[in-house]
């Protein structure tokens, strides 16, 4: 529409105006994600959002995203200024773990290294040993345990043990889950496949185990479209936020998508294949805080020094 239009060419001229560039994930408004490519920004997993905010040289980052990016670009660039178009976008997960009952967890388990997910707050990552994304944390868990450590995981428990299946670590898991993830259904995939036999399946680790079981690609985002790309089948059943299909049909054209089944729909089921907490970020708040400078993202510089080095350790990791 011309509103959507106009929207579009303000966010363009303010983000050359304030120097600001644009880091989006795939689950945000495709208009958003778009806009992010177009400009210089990046469209990607959490991994190589963080990675992309933390060397790029403009002094403001706007994450399109939910609160953990933003916390995290902070602590990586403490002198960036970090906007967010709501600040109010958290994540189930970050909610089910709180920093006071997750120390209490840690000190009851002196013995164990530390490995949290990134969609964690800036305090609980500053408790870890080390932060992982669904992209690099089957390797980096696999390598801790060649290590012989044994391990506290938080707060996502089908990532957990999705892991722990792969690498026979010994893992204590915390309890969490993906609102989002944990809504489709294992026996409605089964007849979901025997429908589409020649479809390949490809799933997020967030999802339950008997969905994962039946996945022929388990990963990131980023990993998911990869594989929607490079795999030689024409027929996807994917099974997270359908806010990425947009990249994966512009990535593989001539391809065909089918959305995971999930418990109920739209009308009975807020969370079901699309995270509400993404979904607040639109072109028009957006265009506002670009213009207003308001939603700055702020972590306690103290639990930043702290937060920062489970980070690195993964970026260093994967570098
Ligand atoms: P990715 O790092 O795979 O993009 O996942 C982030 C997320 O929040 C998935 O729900
Ligand atoms: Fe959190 Fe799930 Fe939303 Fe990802 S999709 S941000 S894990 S609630």
């Given at each position: 529409?011309?509103?959507k239009?106009?929207?579009?060419?303000?966010?363009?001229?303010?983000?050359k105006e304030k120097e600001a560039v644009l880091v989006a994930h795939y689950y945000v408004d495709p208009d958003l994600q778009d806009l992010a490519e177009e400009t210089g920004g990046c469209v990607s997993d959490s991994l190589e959002m963080a990675r992309f905010g933390r060397d790029h040289p403009a002094k403001t980052l706007v994450v399109a995203g939910v609160r953990f990016m933003g916390e995290t670009a902070k602590i990586l660039s403490p002198e960036k200024t970090i906007l967010m178009p709501d600040l109010e976008a958290t994540c189930s997960l970050d909610l089910g773990c709180p920093a006071d009952e997750f120390a209490a967890f840690c000190d009851q388990?002196?013995?164990?290294?530390?490995?949290?997910?990134?969609?964690?707050s800036a305090a609980v990552k500053a408790r870890a040993d080390w932060m992982v994304t669904s992209s690099i944390g089957l390797d980096i868990v696999k390598h801790l345990h060649e290590q012989g450590k044994k391990i506290l995981w938080a707060p996502d428990r089908h990532l957990g043990s999705y892991i722990q299946k792969q690498t026979g670590a010994d893992m204590l898991l915390w309890q969490g889950s993906c609102i989002v993830h944990d809504e489709f259904k294992g026996i409605e995939l089964d007849l979901l496949k025997a429908e589409y036999p020649d479809a390949k399946v490809l799933v997020h680790p967030e999802s339950p185990a008997n969905v994962v079981a039946q996945a022929d690609v388990v990963g990131s985002t980023t990993q998911l479209?990869?594989?929607?790309?490079?795999?030689?089948?024409?027929?996807f059943i994917v099974a997270?936020?359908?806010?990425?299909?947009?990249?994966?049909?512009a990535a593989a054209p001539g391809k065909h998508f089918i959305e995971a089944p999930t418990a109920g729909n739209s009308a009975t089921c807020k969370s079901c294949a699309h995270c509400p907490w993404m979904a607040m970020n639109g072109l028009k708040n957006l265009a506002e805080v670009l213009e207003s400078g308001a939603n700055e993202v702020f972590v306690d510089p103290a639990i930043g020094k702290e937060a920062v080095r489970a980070i690195d350790r993964m970026?260093?990791?994967?570098a």
């Open positions: 529409s011309e509103e239009a106009e929207l579009k060419e303000r966010i363009r001229r303010l983000l388990h002196p013995d164990r290294t530390v490995v949290v997910y990134a969609n964690t479209i990869n594989a929607a790309v490079t795999l030689p089948a024409t027929q997270t936020d359908n806010g990425i299909l947009h990249k994966m049909r970026l260093d990791f994967a």
